[in-house]
């Protein structure tokens, strides 16, 4: 077994089991990802060899247009057989699934994906139940999900997550993703730049509370987020290389998830605020902005609220232990009813094991931040500003305010005090609970931003 001791490319990663120096193994079960000019080229020569010689190609008539024909076009040319079948349902639910079924002539044996998300999620589900092997032509990279095992599906009505499979092959091909809408080159880049937050919250939750963390694959997803950021400038013109980066850093982050069984590389305090958001709106019966956009301006309330503590000039452990002693459950539930409505009964009962806010765990935490809390601020030092992800959000003319995706005031202090309820993982948001420093804090946001 090869030893993981440094970081490696993203196509050194896949198809390999590495012992790593954070004491597990890790996997990568994608077996090839082709990002760059004119990678379509890849596919035929790829099945060929592995012997997927009757291709089912599953697209929309938007994404037809886009690479659609060119798949079946270039696959055709190779000498391979093709039944392409262009989705007619809008809805990504039972209807669409039976669709696909139905149309599919019973010698295929792999199954195409053309397009992005709910293509993708959807024949990630269909792929699995039948056994086939499976690849996906990107359209867009809007977010980090191409090499997620799981897939969301609308079913009785409700966005509903189901095991499926990942692809075996990821094509992002270049010249196809540059003629992507804008607002999905966006979107993409801001689920990346969450990948600053969610990896502080690895780092802060390994030294607080020693959670499991593996160096590595932090510094892998970390070198990939910060290389885009450094040539974001270049999305504006569509630059063809920048749309391959953040392809690959989206790619790579669901590849580092499978490697370390969890979404911990993904996904953070920045994505607990997306998905307060979404059950909000759900709820609300109003349509959320894309997740990357989302996604981008929790980073950026993130980073704003981290810039605040590093400013206080002292922090009062004292007053910290004094909250945490204060604790109430009953009192606590009774502020999730408020802040989650209907919602509220599933966040108490994962509170209930999870425990994360009673006193003692607190206490022991509050504990392990004096002891190293100039390790801490160091930690939340190496953060971009706020202002560097704001510019760039302003420049790329995506959101970057939530107040520009729906977001007023009493939903914002909502989604700051109580949006960490969401998922059992430590993050800054919790930290700053922990520190009885968070509703400070955000009130000093909502007041100036
Ligand atoms: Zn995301
Ligand atoms: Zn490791």
Redesign the pocket.
């Known amino acids: 077994m090869q030893e993981?001791t440094r970081t490696l490319s993203l196509s050194d990663c896949l198809n390999h089991t590495?012992s790593?120096?954070?004491?597990?193994t890790?996997r990568a079960e994608l077996e090839a990802v082709y990002i760059g000019k004119g990678t379509l080229k890849e596919l035929p020569k790829w099945l060929e060899k592995k012997g997927y010689i009757k291709a089912y190609i599953i697209c929309d008539p938007i994404t037809k247009e886009i690479a659609g024909d060119q798949t079946k076009k270039e696959l055709e040319e190779k000498g391979i057989d093709v039944q392409m079948h262009v989705i007619t349902h809008q809805a990504y639910d039972e209807a669409t699934m039976g669709e696909i079924v139905i149309h599919k002539d019973h010698t295929r044996n792999v199954v195409i994906g053309v397009g992005t998300g709910s293509i993708n999620d959807m024949c990630r589900y269909f792929s699995y139940q039948l056994n086939l092997p499976y690849c996906i032509v990107a359209t867009a990279a809007p977010m980090d999900g191409f090499a997620s095992g799981i897939s969301a599906l609308t079913v009785d009505n409700l966005k509903t997550t189901f095991n499926a499979q990942p692809p075996q092959l990821i094509i992002g091909d270049t010249e196809i993703l540059k003629g992507a809408p804008y607002s999905m080159i966006s979107a993409g880049l801001g689920d990346l730049i969450g990948k600053f937050t969610c990896l502080c919250d690895w780092k802060l939750s390994k030294l607080i509370q020693d959670e499991y963390y593996?160096?590595?694959?932090v510094d892998m997803v970390g070198d990939c987020a910060k290389g885009v950021l450094k040539n974001a400038d270049s999305v504006k013109t569509r630059d063809p290389k920048v749309l391959g980066n953040i392809m690959e850093g989206l790619v790579f982050t669901g590849v580092a998830m499978s490697?370390?069984g969890n979404s911990r590389p993904a996904s953070g305090c920045e994505h607990h605020i997306s998905h307060y958001w979404e059950t909000i709106f759900e709820q609300q019966g109003r349509r959320p902005a894309p997740h990357g956009h989302q996604v981008g301006v929790g980073t950026i309330l993130i980073l704003k609220l981290t810039e605040s503590l590093r400013n206080l000039s002292t922090i009062d452990f004292d007053s910290a232990r004094k909250a945490a002693e204060a604790y109430e459950f009953d009192a606590w539930c009774q502020e999730i009813r408020d802040a989650y409505g209907p919602a509220a009964e599933g966040v108490i009962e994962m509170e209930r094991k999870a425990k994360k806010n009673e006193t003692s765990g607190r206490l022991q935490r509050i504990g392990a931040m004096e002891k190293h809390w100039k390790e801490i601020c160091d930690l939340l030092e190496e953060l971009p500003s706020s202002q560097t992800v704001i510019d760039l959000m302003k420049e790329l003319q995506a959101p970057y305010h939530p107040s520009q995706i729906g977001v007023d005031k009493e939903l914002l202090k909502n989604t700051l005090m109580y949006c960490k309820e969401i998922r059992a993982r430590y993050t800054i948001l919790q930290m700053l609970w922990d520190l009885n420093l968070l509703e400070q804090l955000t009130d000093q946001l909502i007041q100036d931003f």
Do not use: R
């Open positions: 993981l590495f790593c120096s954070c004491g597990h890790h593996c160096e590595v694959i490697m370390v």
